[in-house]
């Protein structure tokens, strides 16, 4: 069976047994906190736990290394409309440890897909268009100090309200142990 359809047999038992209700909370987030993290799979349940953070707990974005690649992405976008609409009242950016993106290099991914079908062709179309790609598909070296960014453009960020505290963490992914980056209550 492919996993799609795993999915979807899945789903239809636990819709059908009403496994959902024990889910069912309101869409602000109890403790008023969007958390940016990684999309490590590691992190999926030891995040929460290692916080404290209970379903309908917090908003929790996700993006590869926690990091924002643009200002006015999707990744800021979402903590901006956490903040805004779904008030949420401070920000927590948790990178961690052994993380994917320290070690991505932009050539050994744009190898990967060239080998998976993308064309020569369509890396020049991309380059020609103004893209970046080596700095786009670029990692970082410290996690710390890619918190620590991630946390200076969310606190620099002109929509951002100055009263938002912006912190920064980094988990262990094998103790789930967070390290203290950056205090937002410390301006």
Do not use: W
């Amino acid at each position: 069976m492919k996993l799609l359809n795993e999915i979807l047999a899945h789903n239809e038992e636990f819709v059908e047994k009403k496994e959902y209700e024990q889910y069912q909370k309101g869409k602000l987030p109890n403790k008023r906190v969007v958390i940016l993290s990684c999309m490590d799979t590691r992190l999926v349940e030891l995040l929460p736990k290692a916080m404290n953070v209970g379903n309908g707990d917090a908003k929790i974005v996700k993006s590869a290394g926690a990091l924002i690649s643009h200002p006015f992405g999707s990744v800021m976008r979402s903590l901006l409309v956490a903040v805004y609409e779904l008030e949420a009242d401070e920000i927590c950016v948790v990178g961690h440890h052994d993380c994917g993106m320290s070690s991505l290099k932009a050539e050994n991914t744009l190898e990967k897909a060239k080998q998976r079908g993308i064309s020569e062709d369509t890396l020049k179309t991309i380059q020609y268009s103004g893209i970046d790609l080596d700095k786009f598909l670029q990692g970082f070296d410290n996690v710390e100090d890619s918190v620590q960014h991630s946390v200076e453009q969310i606190r620099n960020h002109p929509l951002l309200p100055a009263e938002v505290p912006v912190h920064g963490l980094v988990i262990d992914p094998d103790t789930g142990k967070l390290d203290l980056v950056v205090d937002g209550y410390e301006k």
